[in-house]
């Protein structure tokens, strides 16, 4: 049975940082492309940060420099260091896990695949 599992999500001040982690259970990630994705209501969820299994990553230009996506394939983690957070940031958090191991080109802070499997979503508020 495969799990996604985020926690590290919260409330804080503009200007303030926030650790997201994603726990997977179930399955190995280290080959696929896993990414953060984040939801306000009445808009679509978009890619924030993707990484893949060689290290590479993509970051959406409203992140870029501001947040650091990583993830430890020993303990089959994943990552979101958020910093300099500003009240658009505000969203649902959600780690996912891609079918394949490409990073989109075309759309930052994507991958290029299909998502496989999805956590619960994590709230972040800035205010």
């Known amino acids: 049975h495969v799990q996604l599992v985020e926690s590290g999500g919260g409330s804080v001040q503009a200007g303030g940082s926030l650790t997201l982690s994603c726990e997977v259970r179930?399955?190995?990630?280290?080959?696929?492309?896993m990414g953060w994705y984040r939801q306000t209501p009445g808009k679509e969820r978009e890619g924030v940060a993707a990484?893949?299994?060689?290290?590479?990553?993509t970051y959406a230009d409203s992140v870029k420099g501001r947040f650091t996506v990583s993830k430890d394939n020993a303990k089959n983690i994943l990552f979101l260091q958020m910093n300099d957070l500003q009240p658009e940031d505000t969203a649902m958090y959600y780690c996912?896990?891609?079918?394949?191991?490409?990073?989109?080109?075309?759309?930052?802070?994507?991958?290029?695949?299909?998502?496989?499997?999805w956590g619960q979503g994590t709230q972040v508020t800035v205010s």
């Open positions: 996912a896990s891609s079918w394949g191991d490409e990073l989109d080109n075309r759309r930052g802070g994507n991958c290029a695949r299909e998502i496989k499997y």
């Open positions: 990484i893949v299994g060689d290290g590479g990553t």
């Open positions: 179930g399955y190995l990630f280290r080959g696929y492309c």
